[in-house]
Every structure is written in C-alpha cells, then in structure tokens.
C-alpha cells in the first residue's frame, strides 16, 4: 500500500519540476475599457489601445495610438531574476492624408495588454518607415475611426517616456 502511494508522489514531484522552466500558457481575460481587438489567434491576440490617441508632433492629420500585442505563451528572458515577457506595445502612427502608417519602438512587458514592468525595448529611436495599408483591412479601420476624431478633442500627445527596463533582448 505505501509503495504505490510513495511512488505516485515521486511521479507528481517530477512531473511539477519538470514543468517549472517552461514558457506557460497566458490567461488574458478581458481588455481594458478602451482597448479593442483586432486579430485572435493560436499565437495570440492584437489589440488597439484608443484611451490615449493624439496628434503626432503636433501635425492634426497624423494619429498616434498603441498597438498590444498579448503571446499565448510567455517567453522566458532570464532564469535568474526570472524576466518574462508576455505582452508588448508599440507606438503606431496613421496619416489620415495618404493612408500610411509606421511603428516606432516596440516595448515587452511582464503582463497582458501593456502592464506590469517593462522588461525589453527594441527598435529603440528607430526611425520609423512609411507603408500604405488596404482602407479594408484591420488597420484601416482602425485608421478611419481615430482620422474622423476631430483633433481640437484629442489628447496631448504623450511626453516621450523612457521606462526603466528590467532586461535587454
């Protein structure tokens, strides 16, 4: 009776430390009010961040907005501090003029939708490039909602933010 028994617990022991190092699946739940999802799939989920859209340098036909991205599974940086990355957030901007758009610095965080620590920036000062995007696709709708917001109702742009970051990629 003790054998099964003391051989079933070596079993669990096991199998829970085997485990301990893997990348785990991410729960999301449910975005922030403003935020809006774009594209759901077995790698994750693409949001729209629209709590915060402004002019970009001051120009009233450029927007910028974050675009979130969620992993289905996290990704481990550094064992030792543990640093995982399980979201990130890029700065994308529309001109409502030409239908173009361009990211600039991409930042990974610790949780869903943005939150949590920064851990890892990439394309730090990038310079963005100008690409067209089909007025039918998820970005061009994006585009036409934040274009169609008159600019005097716009937030400030933000200041640019130099988050303290956790790790390197």
């Known amino acids: 009776m003790i054998k099964p028994l003391l051989l079933c617990s070596a079993v669990a022991l096991l199998t ?6 893997k990348p785990q699946p991410v729960v999301a ?3 922030p009010h403003g935020v809006i999802k774009l594209l759901l799939d ?14 970009w340098q001051g120009n009233a036909r450029l927007r910028r907005f974050y675009l979130i991205n969620n992993y ?19 700065n994308n901007v529309i001109n409502c003029d030409t239908q173009e758009r361009t990211l600039f ?3 990974y965080f610790s949780q869903p939708y943005a939150q949590g620590e920064a851990i890892a920036a990439s394309r730090k000062d990038a310079i963005g490039q100008w690409r067209s995007f089909p007025k ?27 988050p303290t970051l956790l790790g390197e990629l």
């Open 105 to 107: 610095e991409r930042i």
């Open 136 to 162: 039918e696709s998820l970005i061009g709708i994006v585009a036409e909602m934040v274009c169609q917001i008159d600019p005097s109702r716009l937030k400030p742009e933000p200041a640019k933010s130099e």
């Open 72 to 90: 289905s599974e996290q990704t481990v940086l550094n064992k030792d501090p543990r640093l995982v990355i399980t979201s990130s957030r890029a």
């Open 29 to 31: 739940g449910d975005p």
């Open 16 to 21: 829970a430390c085997a485990g301990a190092g």
């Open 42 to 55: 077995d790698k994750g989920g693409t949001y729209a961040d629209l709590r915060a859209v402004s002019t």
